[in-house]
């Protein structure tokens, strides 16, 4: 079993920074990736950045240049840097890990989730 245990989120004003984490933990072989979605109210849940394990990474464009991802792959942990918030970036925000508990069972798991608020 593969566990992510997210923290950070909570109410920032726009204009304003918050920073969220994901640690992965339990029975990993190996990470193929990490990375954040996130789901606004009456939308469906969409990509925000992830790390992919020797292929750099991916950011949806509406976070381009104010949202930065960054992961540690010896401690197999995911940050999200969110600077210069808006309010459409209100959300529930999940965290993905996707990779094997051995070299034939892969997993694909995600966080329970941690809401994000912006503020006019």
């Known amino acids: 079993q593969v566990q992510l245990v997210e923290s950070g989120g909570g109410l920032a004003q726009a204009g304003g920074s918050l920073r969220l984490s994901c640690a992965a933990s339990g029975s990993i072989f190996s990470i193929d990736a990490m990375g954040w979605y996130r789901q606004g109210p009456g939308k469906q849940r969409e990509l925000v950045a992830e790390?992919?394990?020797?292929?750099?990474?991916r950011t949806a464009d509406s976070v381009k240049g104010r949202f930065t991802i960054s992961r540690d792959h010896a401690r197999n942990t995911v940050a999200l840097q969110m600077n210069s918030l808006k309010p459409e970036d209100t959300a529930v925000y999940y965290c993905?890990?996707?990779?094997?508990?051995?070299?034939?069972?892969?997993?694909?798991?995600w966080g329970a989730g941690t809401q994000v608020a912006v503020s006019t």
């Open positions: 790390s992919i394990t020797g292929g750099g990474t």
């Open positions: 993905n890990a996707r990779g094997g508990i051995s070299t034939i069972t892969s997993f694909n798991v």
